[in-house]
């Protein structure tokens, strides 16, 4: 099933002489004073990547255009020059919107998520987001689903024409081993119409703990 919401994608590392827990503090801040405030909100994740010093703000939006009015009023707060002031973002945020989510244990709480895998990726030539769909649900159906720690799967692409696979765990470790499941050649069968239809060159793996 796809939808209207924007995603949000930004990752960051922080500045020099800035802890994880002062992050956390002003974070809190940036979401009760002015995130939570903004019309168009719907949630936020913050996590952790599996390498030092690398974090990521997922945010889902009603729309862009939420997304995009919420920042341009930002300078107004001075919550979110505090938070800014603690991390550097090298890339521009990454909007997108899903393509399709394919859910695990539907019934789970979202503070049940603890880590997610998320890969950027490029389609090969002539591959279509239906294509996408049909060959992601059976990675869904035949690989992930009844996993114990599996909540969802989510393709979803960027306003660049950049995608997404996302998998939703119980912790960053859980999601490194769904992902394991693939294999790495010969790959698990279910698997092989997807990897077919993605440019090997651009795939950009990592696994994010949740810091909630």
Same mark, same amino acid.
């Given at each position: #099933?796809?939808?209207?919401?924007?995603?949000?994608?930004?990752?960051?590392?922080?500045?020099?002489?800035?802890?994880?827990?002062?992050?956390?503090?002003?974070?809190?801040?940036?979401?009760?004073?002015?995130?939570?405030?903004?019309?168009?909100?719907?949630?936020?994740?913050?996590?952790?990547?599996?390498? &030092?010093?690398?974090?990521?703000?997922?945010?889902?939006?009603?729309?862009?255009?939420? #997304?995009?009015?919420?920042?341009? &009023?930002?300078?107004?707060?001075?919550?979110?020059?505090?938070?800014?002031?603690?991390?550097?973002?090298?890339?521009?945020?990454?909007?997108? =919107? %899903?393509?399709?989510?394919?859910?695990?244990?539907?019934?789970?709480?979202?503070?049940? =998520?603890?880590?997610?895998?998320?890969?950027?990726?490029?389609?090969?030539?002539?591959?279509?987001?239906?294509?996408?769909?049909?060959?992601?649900?059976?990675?869904?159906?035949?690989?992930?689903?009844?996993?114990?720690?599996?909540? *969802?799967?989510?393709?979803?692409?960027?306003?660049?024409?950049?995608? $997404?696979?996302?998998?939703? $765990?119980?912790? $960053?470790?859980?999601?490194?081993?769904?992902?394991? #499941?693939?294999?790495?050649?010969?790959?698990?069968? %279910?698997?092989?119409?997807?990897?077919?239809?993605?440019?090997?060159?651009? #795939?950009?793996?990592?696994?994010?703990?949740?810091? *909630?």
């Amino acid at each position: #099933m796809t939808s209207t919401i924007t995603v949000e994608w930004v990752e960051f590392q922080l500045r020099a002489d800035v802890t994880e827990s002062e992050l956390l503090a002003v974070s809190q801040g940036f979401q009760v004073e002015f995130l939570s405030l903004q019309p168009g909100y719907i949630k936020r994740t913050l996590l952790r990547l599996n390498e &030092s010093g690398r974090y990521a703000d997922l945010v889902h939006w009603s729309d862009a255009a939420a #997304m995009r009015a919420a920042m341009a &009023s930002s300078p107004a707060f001075p919550v979110c020059g505090a938070y800014f002031a603690l991390i550097e973002a090298p890339e521009a945020p990454s909007l997108g =919107v %899903p393509v399709a989510h394919y859910e695990g244990d539907a019934d789970a709480p979202v503070s049940s =998520v603890g880590g997610l895998e998320f890969s950027f990726f490029l389609p090969k030539d002539g591959v279509t987001d239906a294509m996408l769909k049909s060959a992601a649900n059976k990675v869904a159906d035949g690989l992930y689903r009844g996993q114990p720690g599996y909540f *969802r799967h989510s393709v979803m692409k960027t306003e660049q024409g950049m995608y $997404a696979d996302v998998v939703f $765990a119980s912790s $960053a470790k859980r999601a490194a081993e769904l992902c394991g #499941m693939w294999g790495t050649g010969p790959y698990a069968e %279910p698997c092989l119409p997807y990897l077919e239809m993605i440019r090997p060159e651009t #795939m950009q793996i990592a696994f994010f703990e949740n810091l *909630r």
